[in-house]
């Protein structure tokens, strides 16, 4: 499975971006699609999920600021990103894996940076 991440970019604080994320490959019947996110200095963090079923789930510091959402005509997973704050600049980077089994494959990532 490989995992092409992109939309990143420069944006003003209070901006919207919106990340893709294209799927491709021996993809399971069941699985989650998560963005995770990287700051300098700091540990990667789960930000959201998307299931094969269309179950969403966030971190609480980005609900109802995102939203995750997939693309039925192909495979692809956005991720809607609204009233951006400097704090959310990082690597955005998107991981797929079958239900229950965590992000087995990653994208590249993709750089959000967030002027104050």
């Known amino acids: 499975v490989q995992l092409q991440a992109s939309g990143g970019g420069l944006v003003q604080s209070g901006g919207s971006l919106r990340l893709s994320c294209v799927v491709t490959g021996s993809i399971h019947s069941t699985w989650t699609v998560g963005w995770h996110r990287q700051a300098p200095g700091k540990q990667r963090q789960w930000v959201a999920h998307?299931?094969?079923?269309?179950?969403?789930a966030y971190a609480g510091s980005v609900r109802g600021r995102f939203t995750i959402s997939k693309d039925n005509a192909g495979f692809t997973v956005y991720l809607q990103m609204n009233s951006l704050q400097p704090e959310d600049t990082a690597v955005y980077y998107c991981?797929?894996?079958?239900?229950?089994?965590?992000?087995?494959?990653w994208g590249q990532g993709t750089l959000v940076t967030v002027s104050s």
């Open positions: 998307i299931t094969s079923f269309g179950s969403t």
């Open positions: 991981g797929y894996g079958r239900i229950g089994a965590g992000p087995g494959n």
